[in-house]
């Protein structure tokens, strides 16, 4: 099976080409340096020449509070770009993988959200993705589309990477502790992906690793998992001050993955425990 994979200098196309490679598939991993999603022309060229079973969409404008005055560029990727892909998707009649995000939701309540529920974001990139995902439900019948949250990874910059880097200058921290949801191993998530990849049990899916906490049950975690002595401060998201909205309640039900024949992922303390391992080595 021969997979092209957007978004390979990120944190989750980096782990998917990995994981393609591991299994022996062949991986085709392009950035904007090979190929500009949001340039129609340049989608076309690019996938038609690959010739792929299947293309795995894991580039995204993700500066969340950048986006709320970069509108259009935030757009032009989140939601063009995706399109622009499924267009020459169902042109050469094959699968497409968008990978989506919690923020598609307005957060309230507590419940987790299911698949289906009623989507409302409650910032531009949040707005954008979801934007992203109709395009991709209208243009195609071959995808997936895979809701993600709190991701890190390897490659790129993530809340476990920011800690650590913060505990070297400091010796007490405000973090959040009223935002719910699930921290997610890329690695965990691309060996998922590429199960998913091969199958044909299309639909929205929500995948994350096991377990829910608050940002700052988190940041403890990470601290005591890395062996620093750090005081952590609980704020609310109002003292904080973040430019944009973010979903309190970003729990999200996986049972559709367990119905389909998909392995759930580990528990987020698990995946931590051998993230941190894997940045010591």
């Known amino acids: 099976m021969k997979i092209l994979v957007t978004g390979v200098k990120g944190q989750l196309g980096y782990d998917v080409v990995k994981e393609l490679e591991k299994r022996g598939m062949e991986a085709i991993g392009v950035d904007i340096e090979e190929m500009d999603i949001t340039d129609e022309a340049s989608v076309n060229q690019v996938i038609r020449e690959a010739n792929p079973d299947a293309v795995i969409h894991c580039a995204a404008y993700t500066a969340v509070d950048a986006a709320e005055e970069n509108v259009d560029v935030c757009r032009k990727v989140n939601a063009d770009g995706p399109k622009n892909i499924a267009k020459v998707c169902k042109d050469l009649d094959i699968k497409m993988i968008y990978i989506s995000t919690d923020y598609v939701f307005d957060g309230q309540g507590t419940r987790p959200w299911e698949p289906d529920d009623v989507c409302g974001p409650v910032s531009v990139y949040g707005q954008t993705k979801y934007e992203g995902e109709l395009a991709v439900r209208e243009t195609l019948d071959k995808y997936f589309i895979v809701r993600i949250a709190w991701v890190f990874g390897i490659n790129g910059k993530n809340f476990v990477k920011t800690m650590l880097g913060l505990a070297e200058k400091y010796d007490t921290l405000r973090v959040v502790n009223d935002q719910f949801g699930s921290p997610t191993y890329t690695y965990d998530l691309a060996r998922l992906l590429v199960d998913m990849v091969q199958t044909e049990k299309y639909g929205i899916y929500h995948a994350t690793n096991e377990g829910i906490c608050s940002w700052y049950e988190f940041a403890c975690a990470i601290f005591r998992e890395a062996g620093i002595k750090m005081t952590v401060n609980p704020v609310t998201s109002e003292e904080y001050g973040a430019k944009a909205n973010r979903p309190l309640n970003s729990r999200m039900s996986k049972e559709k993955l367990t119905e389909n024949g998909f392995e ?14 894997e940045l010591r080595a």
């Open 264 to 277: 759930k992922l580990p528990t987020w303390q698990d995946a931590l425990s051998r993230y941190i391992r």
